[in-house]
Every structure is written in C-alpha cells, then in structure tokens.
C-alpha cells in the first residue's frame, strides 16, 4: 500500500531522511495494523480553519482499504460561466453509486466555516477603522476650516492692497495641504511600524502595509484638507476690503 505525507510530517517525524521509500506502520483492522510506503510529498495545507497550528497529514489512496467505511471529498472544477448546478453534480454522482451518499455545495459554502473567525475580525476591524477614519476626517476638516477663518482678516487686507483672489486661495490652500503633507508623513510611519507586526495574523498573500490602503487615506485626507481651506478661504475673499481694514 502507498501513501503521500505532507511537508509538515516529513518535518517531525523524517527530519534526516529522504521520505520517499520509507515504510509506515498504520492503524488498521488489527493491532499490528498495516505496511504503507511513502511515495509522495506534498506541500502543507490548512483543513478545518486558517487560524489553526500546521498538522501532520498522511493522505491515502481513495480505494486502496476497500473493507474499511470511506469518506471521499471531490472536487469539481468548470470553466468560468460553464459551472454546473449543483444538482447535475449531485445526479450524475448518484448514477455511479445509487447506495452512496452524497452532498454537493460550492467551495464558497464549504469554506464559510474555515473563514468565519476571519472574517467576523476582518468585519470588526473594518468598522472600527471605518469609525476611526470618520472621526478623524471631521477632527481635520473642522481645524483645518477654523485655522483659515481666523485668517479673514489677513485675506481681506491682502484682496485690499491688490492680491487676486485666486492666488489668495492658492496660498490658503497651499499651506493647508503642506501642513497635511506632514501630518500624512508622520501618519505613514507611524502606521508603517504599528502595523508590521500584525503580519503573523494574516493570511497569506496578503500584507499590513498594502500600498492602495495608505495611498486612498493619504488622498482622502489631502482631499478633506483643501476642501476643508477652500470654503472658508472663499468666504473670505468675498469680505469687503474696506470692512476688513477697518476690523484691523
């Protein structure tokens, strides 16, 4: 009888041969069990939930034991928009074997379990980031706004001695971005170093420092600040510059 072993086994138990010819005494029928030779190594896998520790796995021949009860996954693969129903599935598998039992589902439904502590986390974090970002947006706009409309006298005389009121705008606007500028920069590296360490929680391929995520809020919050400059900046180079000499 053969048999394949994952990375993982070949790791605890086979450390300093080469796995492929060993021979492996199994549980079966008997208390001596039975004789499998390993002909395969195949990588490491998860099978109940992705938070799991790796196991060791020993995989057999699906009808190498034909005594002992069997249990059988199999996987059905269609070309995109040729998928079958799974009924069809189900029809066809209970033509080969009318006394089996059969359960057919989509590997999004058989991996929901797999997936739901992470997806519960993903959700959580998600909101709370979501709320975090909003509270910060609203922070930032209204003292981004305050801070211009305490410069509305400063606009009004500059309108009054000649300045145009779009480069008026062009220098409120400006300082507000540069200000954000290095409000964004320390954010990043401070985000940069909080984050790497959450790289263990992850599923692989995926990374905490995904370059769209620090790229969408560094744009989100440099929009917010020259939105946040140009309304009261607005209101500002429309002051009368008489009444704005006269407040000074």
Not at 78 to 100: C, T, V
Request: glycine share 10%.
């Amino acid at each position: 009888m053969v048999v394949a072993v994952n990375e993982e086994f070949v790791r605890r138990y086979l450390p300093d041969q080469e796995p492929i010819g060993v021979q492996l005494r199994l549980p079966g029928p008997t208390e001596a069990g039975y004789l499998a030779e390993v002909v395969a190594v195949v990588r490491n896998g998860k099978y109940r939930s992705l938070g799991k520790s790796q196991q060791a796995a020993i995989y057999e021949v699906f009808g190498q034991r034909v005594n002992q009860y069997r249990f059988a996954h199999i996987f059905v693969r269609a070309r995109p928009g040729a998928a079958p129903q799974p009924r069809d599935i189900a029809r066809l598998l209970q033509e080969l074997d009318a006394s089996a039992s059969i359960e057919v589902q989509p590997m999004r439904t058989a991996l929901a379990f797999a997936f739901m502590p992470s997806r519960i986390g993903a959700g959580l974090l998600g909101a709370l980031g979501a709320v975090g970002l909003t509270l910060a947006m609203v922070g930032l706009f209204g003292i981004v706004a305050y801070s211009v409309s305490r410069r509305s006298a400063e606009i009004g005389i500059r309108v009054a001695l000649g300045a145009s009121r779009r480069s008026v705008m062009t220098l409120v606007i400006r300082d507000a971005v540069t200000i954000a500028c290095l409000g964004c920069a320390i954010g990043l590296g401070a985000a940069w170093l909080v984050t790497s360490p959450l790289a263990m929680f992850l599923v692989g391929g995926l990374s905490p420092t995904d370059p769209l995520t620090f790229i969408g809020t560094t744009a989100l919050t440099l929009g917010v600040s020259v939105l946040a400059a140009w309304m009261p900046a607005r209101r500002a180079t429309r002051i009368d510059p008489v009444a704005a000499l006269r407040a000074e």
